[in-house]
């Protein structure tokens, strides 16, 4: 199945029939061929069901393949909704710049200027946290503190309060590590400074104005509309429906829980492709704000795990071989999305599926679309060299930890090294201890295998670094993990 809308020039999504018209600068987009693509690609990766979405100079081509339950058999349709994970996170960051627009916020604002019952375990640490660090990862914040506040209006309030005593990652300015936590609290600044609960001010304030129909946060909501279950199993194999479609609680909306279409998801990105404009020409954000979001804030150490060569405030950006873009990746309980968006081409791809090897057809279908429609070489594929060079292991060996996980590097009787992730205090019942064996990809990167399909299903990149305090870390997953031992 697939549609296509544009703008028209009332500012409303209207649907076109010419699937294979072309766009102002040439590019054809062939709706077929792609559906076509699409239809191999999920098979051949064992996903259930995806939705793609194209944004190319305006128009939305959307394309549905698969299914959404195997259980059930219910056909993903392109109106069907799916669990975006982290990619919620710039959601609030959008909220976040408008709330900056109005001169209600300041990027430099302290978080305890607005919120006072804000805290960390050291007092000194906690004064340096601001909107603009916690936007950008740098706020030191952890992204593994999973609490269960309840359903209530006031989860975050209450999420907020019992976040007091996480330690954080490292010291806030010290270094980038991605920060969960630090978009609920964002969530909950936006609560106090409009008076409405993050899920209302983000139907006001973006739902509403941009049209988003098929946009929502809550489960209870996504029940009007066809919803993807979550599936879980082993590569290269078929998953099965998980026991549970959804394990977050309210209260990690903010940070993971927007339910949204692949159509949705892509003129969402219309808004910052279109300088802060919604189809009826209302100012949704300002075009400063649009850029601010795009500036480079920080650089990353792990340009592998989420293809991120650098943070802006909210969005992840990539440089591909000058070519700069941004978008975001996100993960809930086996389904995962993925949101590219090139401004020169004026293009947003907005990938959405429901399990098997996700991370597989968007590496495929993306590395494809971004070669025809905007000219963009996406990387290779992280893995070891054939020939991995020698490394010399004394100054990596140790204990590494952050909050709920202990990283141990050991060096193995034949001179490799070897990696132990535990979880343990308010994390230990997540896994198991994964054990890997590291291949060196340049003296500070390595390759593991043996991660399993949670983390990655080929190499995951596992990045020695030292934060601007001098403090040597490791990072996994885009978490730094400061030395201790």
């Avoid at 996903?47 to 698969?66: D, F, M, Y």
């Avoid at 993807?228 to 993971?256: F, T, V, Y």
């Avoid at 403090?471 to 031992?485: Q, S």
Wanted: aromatic share 8%; charged share 20%.
């Amino acid at each position: 199945m697939n549609t296509e809308t544009t703008w028209n020039a009332g500012g409303e999504w209207t649907a076109q029939g010419d699937w294979g018209m072309h766009d102002s600068s040439g590019r054809r987009f062939d709706q077929n061929r792609w559906q076509a693509r699409l239809d191999e690609l999920r098979a051949k990766h064992h996903i259930p069901g995806a939705a793609l979405a194209v944004l190319v100079n305006g128009r939305v081509h959307e394309l549905a393949s698969g299914v959404l339950h195997r259980g059930t058999g219910v056909k993903v349709t392109t109106d069907s909704v799916f669990l975006s994970g982290s990619i919620a996170k710039t959601y609030t960051a959008t909220l976040v710049m408008r709330l900056v627009d109005e001169g209600r916020l300041s990027l430099e604002t302290r978080v305890i200027d607005v919120l006072p019952e804000f805290a960390t375990p050291n007092p000194e640490d906690t004064v340096k946290i601001t909107v603009r660090r916690l936007l950008s990862h740098t706020g030191g914040v952890t992204t593994d503190f999973n609490y269960d506040s309840g359903r209530g209006d006031d989860c975050l309030a209450k999420y907020v309060e019992a976040a007091r005593d996480v330690p954080l990652d490292c010291p806030p300015g010290a270094g980038v590590s991605y920060g969960g936590l630090g978009f609920v609290v964002l969530g909950r600044l936006i609560e106090v400074i409009t008076g409405k609960t993050w899920d209302q001010a983000l139907k006001d304030l973006l739902f509403t104005p941009l049209g988003l129909e098929r946009s929502m946060t809550l489960p209870e909501e996504a029940l009007r509309f066809r919803t993807a279950m979550s599936h879980l199993g082993e590569p290269g194999a078929e998953p099965d429906p998980a026991p549970a479609w959804d394990l977050m609680p309210r209260s990690a909306g903010p940070a993971g829980r927007v339910i949204v279409s692949a159509g949705d998801l892509a003129r969402f990105a219309g808004l910052h492709l279109n300088g802060g404009l919604a189809p009826d020409g209302t100012r949704v954000l300002s075009a400063e704000a649009v850029a601010a979001m795009q500036r480079r804030e920080t650089d990353v150490p792990d340009k592998w795990t989420v293809s991120a060569d650098g943070w802006g405030l909210g969005w992840t950006l990539y440089d591909w071989n000058g070519i700069p873009g941004y978008g975001h990746d996100g993960a809930a309980v086996g389904q995962y999305a993925y949101l590219r968006v090139v401004p020169h081409a004026g293009l947003a791809l907005a990938l959405m599926t429901n399990g098997g090897s996700a991370r597989l057809l968007y590496a495929d279908l993306f590395r494809e679309l971004l070669a025809e429609l905007a000219g963009v070489t996406m990387p290779a594929p992280f893995a070891p060299p054939a020939q991995p060079p020698a490394v010399d292991l004394a100054p990596l060996l140790g204990t590494y930890r952050r909050e709920g996980v202990v990283i141990t590097v050991t060096e193995k009787p034949d001179g490799g090294a070897h990696l132990r992730y535990e979880f343990v205090d308010g994390m230990k019942d997540m896994s198991p201890p994964l054990d890997m064996e590291l291949t060196p990809v340049t003296s500070a990167v390595f390759a593991a295998s043996g991660a399993g399909p949670s983390f990655s299903e080929d190499y995951m990149p596992v990045v020695f670094s030292t934060l601007s305090n001098g403090v040597a870390c490791v990072y996994i997953g885009m978490r730094a993990a400061p030395k201790v031992a």
